[in-house]
Structure formats: structure tokens, C-alpha cells
């Protein structure tokens, strides 16, 4: 039985990791508020996740997959210029150096072994920009699964190459053309599809999002980040960080990387959204800032509300990050203060970004950058010996046109004398 004081510092720790209840609720959020014909099949994907979660073979697959496919585990890279620059030490965890440059795979094989265990002959998924409908339309054909990606019309034109390599890996791309034919409506369709396909038919969600189980299942499959991460911090400078900071979007990169580290209390988070142009604007994803719990895609979690942004195009310069929603477990986070929510706007961004290329000859995801943004707000304000881990969650080549266009922008405002972009609010260091 081991010595009592063991026991009750093992069940401390496990009481200080968030664990969703039976239905899915962390808190009062998350849960399955879905229409009846969903009921049963995220019941049966629910048993199957429990059920092979832990199975020994699965875990060997997957870990195969992780080494072999993908190439991991992704370096934890000492970032010794912008560290110098910064004032602290910054270390990189390269989710950028995975196959297809982003953590996003993770996810994708995880779900589509469980998918193959399942019995199941096809994978469904939506995209928004792309990357999701690329990273399963890889895995998809790794595993010899027939696969069909929704992908809202409007979005086909915008993100025309990811349309090429999805359709290369022999994946179909079925155009979404209801409602703003832009990720709503692949959301819409690509589960309609499900519904009308369930006994063959996985669908594979791309983000710690959605109804029960995905947000608990996309979040143990991304943890590969924050379990590389914590023994290789421990390795190279035998402590633990101080501070994690990743971007936030749907927030699968970010609890990834957090969720290991969630019983040590001495480990400060924090999670980045995008302020795009400010959050006091129409035009920005600041879900924590500025949005009120409510219930979206079938869970219930902080959402900006109806009509406080525009209902057209991009709400800032990182199409990943632009969802008006979060995971329901890192409303739980912010409710209880575990994890500070910080947002950062287009223009401290491009600056970020602009100085991890050029310190340290990596160009990150612009979604990547805003957790760069968040550091780069404390330079000269961290403690002495202060270590920080920021999740890179992928690379930015995918970034360039977005960058010229978004540079001349800020450089035309500029020039005019005008402040559009106003960021997010300052709060200065968590700790
Ligand atoms: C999709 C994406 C994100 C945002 O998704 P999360 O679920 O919040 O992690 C962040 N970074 C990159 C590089 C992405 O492709």
C-alpha cells in the first residue's frame, strides 16, 4: 500500500488535473448538446476511446506512428538570441519540425488508429483554412482509409493549394456551399454527412472542440507535447519552467502542452488568442477577453457573442486561431485561474514573428507568433533565472502571402497616422 503520505500527495496531484465527468462536463462546461441522431454514435466513439485509450497495443501503434511517420519527439530548442533579447530563457518546443510543419498530426493519427480499430472504412473531417483537411488527408492515406474533407466554397478559392494537396493524397474535397460557405457550413455538412454514413463513417475533429468526448480525447492525443516537453526541460536544465505560453485558438496546442504540467503548481500558463485589430473593435477572435459562456458546436464554453465582431472575412492574421469559441476545458482554466488568457493584435504579432525569424532563423506560424507577441510585451521584466517554454505549433511558410499583404497594411496605417491596431489589454507578468 506504500506509505500514506505517498498516497495522498499522488491523489493531490490528481485532484489539481482537470478530469471531465461521465457526460463530458468540465465544470459547468463542455457536455453534448447535440441533436438526437449524434447521441449514439459520440456514445459508441466515447467506449471505443475508453476502451483503447489504454490498451497496450494501441499505445504501441501510436507510438510508432509519433516516431516513424511523423518524426517526433520535436526538439525543445534553448532559443539562446531571443533569450538574450527577452531577458529570460526561452525554449522552444518545435511542433513546427513535425510532418506537414504543425501539431496538428498528433491528433490526426491518434483519432484515425482509433478510427481503423473501429472498424471504420472512411474518415469525414471539415477545414477551415486547410491545415486540418491536409494533416487527415495525410493520415487517411497512411493508413489506406478512404477520406472526404468539407471545405466551405469561399474557402476553396482562398486556400486553393491546400485544395491541391489534400486532393494529391487522394483524399475528395466536397465543396460546402450552404449558409457564408465558409467553415460553418463545412462544419454543417461534414456532420450531416456522418450522421447519414455512421456504421462506416469517423469523424475526425481538429481541435480540443465540440461535443463529448473530442475535447477530452483531442487533448490526450495533443499531451504527447507537454510529456516530450516536460522530460526534456528536465533533462537539459534538471528543473521544471516557470512559465508555458502557447497561442489559443480552439486551444488543442495549447492543452496539449499544458495538460502534463497541470499538477505542478509552480508552473505559471498562459494561453494567447488573437486581439486582431483589438479586442474594443469588430474585428478580432478574443474568446476569453471578451466572450460570455454560451453553448456553440455542441459544448458549452466562452464565446464572442452574436454580432459584437463582423460576420465577414478574417478576424485576424492567423486563420487558425480565427474561431469564436475555446475548448470548454480551458473555460474551466480561466474560471479557476490555473491558466491566464492573454490576446495579442495583428501588428505586435508581425513584430514577433519578424524577430523569431530573424534571431533565430526560424519563421514561425502566425499563430505560432502570438505567444511570441505575449513574451515580447515583458522583455526586460522577467526575474532573474526565469524559464519559459512557448509551444511553436508550427512553421510559417504557409504564411508568406499573408504576411506581405498584412506588412504593407500596418506600414500604409502607419504612415496615415493611424492606430488601428490596438492589441490587447496589458496585465503585465503572471506570477
Ligand atoms: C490550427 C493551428 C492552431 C490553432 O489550433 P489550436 O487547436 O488552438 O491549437 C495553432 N497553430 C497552428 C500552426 C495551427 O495550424
Redesign the pocket.
Known amino acids: 500500500m506504500g506509505n500514506p503520505q505517498e498516497n495522498s500527495s499522488i491523489e493531490n496531484r490528481e485532484n489539481l488535473v482537470s478530469q471531465p465527468d461521465e457526460n463530458g462536463f468540465f465544470g459547468p462546461y463542455g457536455g453534448r448538446f447535440v441533436p438526437e441522431p449524434l447521441v449514439a454514435p459520440l456514445e459508441e466513439l466515447t467506449e471505443a476511446f475508453l476502451r483503447h485509450r489504454d490498451d497496450e497495443i494501441f499505445r504501441e501503434e501510436l507510438a510508432r506512428e509519433y516516431l516513424h511517420y511523423s518524426g517526433r519527439p520535436t526538439p525543445l530548442y534553448h532559443a539562446e538570441r531571443l533569450s538574450e533579447y527577452l531577458g529570460a530563457t526561452v525554449l522552444l518546443k518545435r ?2 519540425l513535425n510532418h506537414l ?4 498530426l498528433n491528433n490526426c493519427l491518434g483519432q484515425a488508429l482509433l478510427a481503423r480499430r473501429m472498424g471504420k472504412k472512411k474518415i469525414i473531417a471539415e477545414t477551415g ?1 486547410g ?2 483537411g491536409v494533416a487527415t488527408a495525410a493520415v487517411a492515406a497512411r493508413l489506406g482509409l478512404a477520406c472526404d474533407i468539407y471545405m466551405g466554397e469561399e474557402d476553396m478559392r482562398r486556400q486553393h493549394p491546400n485544395v491541391t494537396r489534400i486532393e494529391l493524397m487522394g483524399a475528395r474535397v466536397v465543396p460546402a456551399t450552404s449558409g457564408d460557405k465558409t467553415l460553418t457550413a463545412a462544419v454543417d455538412e461534414a456532420i450531416g454527412a456522418w450522421v447519414a454514413e455512421v456504421d462506416d463513417a469517423y469523424y475526425l475533429l ?4 465540440g461535443p463529448h468526448p473530442y475535447p477530452l480525447m483531442v487533448r490526450h492525443f495533443q499531451s504527447i507535447i507537454g510529456q516530450e516537453a516536460r522530460r526534456q526541460v528536465q533533462e537539459q536544465f534538471g528543473r521544471l519552467p516557470d512559465l508555458l505560453t ?9 492543452i ?1 502542452l499544458f495538460h502534463p504540467f497541470m499538477a505542478d503548481e509552480e508552473v505559471k500558463m498562459v494561453g494567447v488568442e488573437a486581439a486582431g485589430s483589438g479586442v474594443t473593435t469588430d474585428r478580432h477572435a478574443a474568446t476569453m477577453t471578451t466572450g460570455k459562456p454560451s453553448v456553440i458546436h455542441g459544448m458549452n464554453t466562452y464565446c464572442i457573442e452574436e454580432g459584437s465582431v463582423t460576420a465577414e472575412g478574417n478576424h485576424c492574421i ?1 486563420a ?2 480565427d ?1 469564436p469559441g475555446i ?1 470548454p476545458e480551458h473555460s474551466l482554466l480561466k474560471d479557476t485561474g490555473r491558466v491566464r488568457y492573454e490576446a495579442a493584435g495583428d501588428r505586435e504579432v508581425i513584430a514577433a514573428f519578424e524577430n523569431l525569424c530573424r534571431f533565430e532563423g526560424i519563421i514561425p ?1 502566425l ?2 507568433s502570438h505567444a511570441l507577441a505575449y513574451l515580447e510585451r515583458l522583455k526586460g521584466e522577467f526575474p532573474a533565472d526565469y524559464l519559459i517554454i512557448v509551444n511553436l ?3 510559417g511558410d504557409k504564411d508568406m502571402d499573408e504576411f506581405i499583404t498584412r506588412r504593407n497594411e500596418v506600414d500604409r496605417n502607419e504612415a496615415n497616422g493611424g492606430g488601428v491596431d490596438e492589441g490587447g489589454p496589458r496585465s503585465g507578468l503572471f506570477c
Open positions: 511542433e513546427d510543419g504543425a501539431h496538428k483554412a491545415q486540418h481538429g481541435s480540443a472542440v502557447a497561442c489559443a485558438g480552439g486551444g488543442s496546442n495549447a496539449g492567423a487558425g486561431l474561431y475548448g506560424a499563430e505560432s505549433s508550427g512553421r
